[in-house]
């Protein structure tokens, strides 16, 4: 069966860091992403990445502050955020496909319950 289940998140200041991580379970899977949703809006494509882990997308508004990675010997995926921003509150979302790395959400086909990220002063 199939489990995805995010940790690391919590409450920063502007500016701070978090790592998230994302530990999955009944399955390998080629591509890898974060996603976020804010109340009130839809959910955004933050990053993605490709199992041998040479291959990378990111939102253009978090490249060059946030970094994903993937652990194929632990099945395991984080979003290292680095000089977050208020705009950066959301609860994080790790999604799992099977193909092709992508933006589109409908695209994943497992989820995780997401993690919560507040910054705030």
């Known amino acids: 069966q199939v489990q995805l289940v995010e940790s690391g998140g919590g409450v920063v200041q502007p500016g701070d860091s978090l790592r998230l991580s994302c530990a999955v379970s009944g399955r390998i899977f080629s591509v890898m992403g974060w996603f976020r949703q804010a109340p009130g809006k839809e959910r955004e494509f933050v990053a993605a990445?490709?199992?041998?882990?040479?291959?990378?997308l990111y939102a253009d508004f978090v490249k060059g502050r946030f970094t994903i990675s993937r652990d194929d010997a632990k099945n395991t995926v984080h979003l290292q955020m680095n000089i977050l921003k208020p705009e950066d509150t959301a609860v994080y979302f790790c999604?799992?496909?099977?193909?092709?790395?992508?933006?589109?959400?409908?695209?994943?086909?497992?989820w995780g319950q997401g993690t919560q990220v507040t910054v705030s002063s």
């Open positions: 990445i490709r199992r041998t882990a040479d291959t990378a």
């Open positions: 999604a799992a496909d099977t193909s092709a790395v992508t933006k589109r959400a409908r695209s994943y086909d497992y």
